[in-house]
Each structure stands twice: as C-alpha cells, then as structure tokens.
C-alpha cells in the first residue's frame, strides 16, 4: 500500500510515516521505483501506535512495545492485550487526577483559602505518581512474566520460604470434592491462573476461568482447549448474574484489602443461583491475635523478610469476613488445611 493511500485509510500525515520511519518505529519496504510500500505487518503495527500515542505513550516507548516478537498462534490477543493495559492506564491516570482536584474543589468550598499554591502542589505530586507508574503498566502486578514458570513454582514451592504452596494439588482436590459433594454443573473460577484447578473437575462440568493476566489464560488454553476463558477480575461486574452454581477462588484473593474484599464477595454472590456457594482456597489468619502470633513466631525463628513477603499482601482475616457475609444473611463456613492454606465457604441463600 503506498504512503497516499495510507495517510487516507488510517487518517494519518505523511510527516507523522516520515517521523515513524526515521525513529525506526514502522520502516516500510521500497519498490522497485523506490517508492514505500506499506506491508500488512506494517499497518498493523501503525494501527497499534496510533491507539498507543492517542493514550500518551512516548514514540520511543512505543518503539520498544512494537518490537516485540509474538507467535503468530497468539499474536492478536496480545497485541490487544497491550491496547487495552494502555486504556487502563490512561483511565487510572485521569481518575487519580480527577479526585485530586475533586478532594481541592470541596475543601476550598468550605474555608478561607489563602494560599492556592497548596492545591495545586497537591496536583503536582499526583503527576509525578502518574508518570512514575507509567513504566510498569505492561505488567504492574508481575503475573504476565510468572505466566510460563507458574506451574512449576506453585508445585515445588520454588524459592518460598513461607512454603505457601503447600500441598498445592491437596488443596486443589478439596476445592473438587466440594464442587462434586454439591452436584455443581457450573463453576466460575475467578484468578484462574494456568487453569490447574479445571483439572481436577470431570467433563460434565461446565468450567469458566477468569483471570486478568492475558498470559496466565494462554497458559490456560494451550493445556486445556476445550476451557472457556475470559479476561477479569474479582472487581468486575458480573457478566452474567444468577448463573453458576458454584465460584471458585484458588490462591488469589490475597492480593485484595479488606475493602475490596468485601466489594468482591458482592460482585461474585451476583454470579450464583439461590443456594450457589463461592469458595475460597487461600493464605488467610482465623483473626488479628493469630495473625500476631504467627508474625512473633516468624521474627523469631527465621528472617525479617519472611514476614514481609506476608505484609506485602493481604492475608484474609476469616472472623472479619465471616461477620461481613452473616450480616449480609450468609452462611459462612471455613476449614485450616495446612500453615496459612484455609478453605472458605459462604453460602447464597
């Protein structure tokens, strides 16, 4: 395709493909009268750039997430995979700086301001959060790099020494024989990972796995096809209420606070049937004294940093919880499996 027909198809200036080719961003080919001919692959990677800068990337950052090598079978999901980390960015970009100013709005509402320097130092500070986080948003939770080594990690503990994998398969076959004990035919799993727990379920159930990391799901999808797989998170609404019979959650609900937690248990009872069950394998504390205990028994027999591994997440304290589903009129049960490992049960009535 020449440059004219280009500029025309994507809305694009020629001194914007002469800018890309000198960058080296998007090069296309010469014909034989040395005019540029632009290949598939290149308006390709120019439709990327053009979302990509449109959400306020760097053209040199662009160039490095345009050379990028994909295999053709995946190619397309993670390319838009890429896009849609960049909307969110954007969007938690302008949310963060849309509050600030919220926040300032209200407070000079409602008193004498004398210096406005303080408003807009407090705008200030909030971009340069938003700049800073601008060079981890391809992977700002780590779990697209852990995608390929997941399985391995989780079940030979690799380099953990709070072993918080153990007995992974054990504590997947209990989630099972829970599902199987209540006759379930549909399970969602939120945080599905690799998609290990669908293993250990049989073919008459119809199994959907969720999980926000677009790797971890083709992981997913290349040991188990036949597995219905969306791109999520426990805080998405719902994309279908009253539906399964059972959700699922394995080794995932710690990366919640206690507020979100309690947003997530909402959204995933709007998943179920009357009678459905949400069921959480996960680190958790019976309460804050046994958390404490178990941080002066750490400190004492090993390293500072084990515990930190620990503060750095958000360990699900079992009591907190079961108060916030009963007073919602849900039955909550919970069995200890092993060291931090607990199964959770709350019951849609």
């Given at each position: 395709?020449?440059?004219?027909t ?16 000198d ?43 345009l ?11 993670r ?16 949310n963060?700086?849309k ?10 509402l ?28 391809l ?6 790099s ?70 971890m799901?083709?992981q ?8 219905n797989?969306?791109?999520?998170n ?20 710690h990366?919640l606070?206690?507020?979100?937690k ?9 998943y ?11 680190l ?5 004294m ?9 400190l ?20 907190e ?29």
């Amino acid at each position: 395709m020449n440059t004219k027909t280009v500029c025309k198809q994507l809305n694009v200036s020629q001194k914007a493909l002469r800018i890309y080719e000198d960058l080296g961003i998007i090069v296309p080919k010469r014909d034989e009268n040395n005019y540029r001919n632009y290949g598939e692959n290149d308006l390709l990677k120019l439709r990327q750039l053009i979302l990509l800068k449109e959400m306020g990337i760097p053209l040199k950052k662009i160039n490095e997430i345009l050379s990028k090598d994909f295999d053709e079978e995946n190619k397309v999901v993670r390319i838009l995979d890429i896009q849609l980390k960049a909307v969110e960015n954007k969007i938690n970009e302008l949310n963060n700086i849309k509050n600030t100013l919220e926040q300032s709005i209200n407070e000079v509402l409602n008193k004498d301001v004398i210096d406005y320097n303080t408003y807009f130092d407090k705008i200030d500070k909030c971009l340069n959060e938003n700049r800073k986080k601008r060079n981890i948003w391809l992977d700002k939770w780590g779990f697209d790099s852990w995608a390929k080594s997941y399985d391995i990690s989780v079940q030979k503990n690799l380099n953990d020494g709070l072993n918080l994998f153990e007995k992974y398969d054990f504590v997947l076959g209990s989630v099972a024989q829970i599902i199987f004990e209540n006759n379930a035919l549909k399970v969602i799993d939120i945080g599905c990972g690799t998609g290990n727990l669908y293993e250990k379920l049989n073919d008459n159930i119809e199994f959907t796995g969720v999980d926000q990391s677009v790797e971890m799901l083709l992981q997913a999808r290349g040991k188990y096809p036949c597995m219905n797989l969306r791109l999520g998170n426990f805080l998405d609404e719902p994309f279908i209420e009253n539906e399964f019979d059972i959700v699922t959650s394995t080794f995932a609900f710690h990366h919640l606070n206690s507020l979100e937690k309690q947003k997530a248990i909402n959204l995933l009872l709007r998943y179920l049937k009357p009678g459905g069950i949400i069921i959480i394998a996960d680190l958790m504390f019976l309460n804050d004294m046994e958390r404490m205990k178990q941080k002066e028994i750490l400190l004492q027999s090993g390293p500072n940093d084990l515990w930190d591994i620990i503060e750095d997440e958000y360990y699900t304290n079992i009591e907190e919880i079961k108060n916030y589903s009963e007073q919602l009129g849900y039955e909550v049960m919970y069995e200890h499996i092993v060291n931090f490992t607990w199964i959770l049960q709350i019951v849609k009535k």
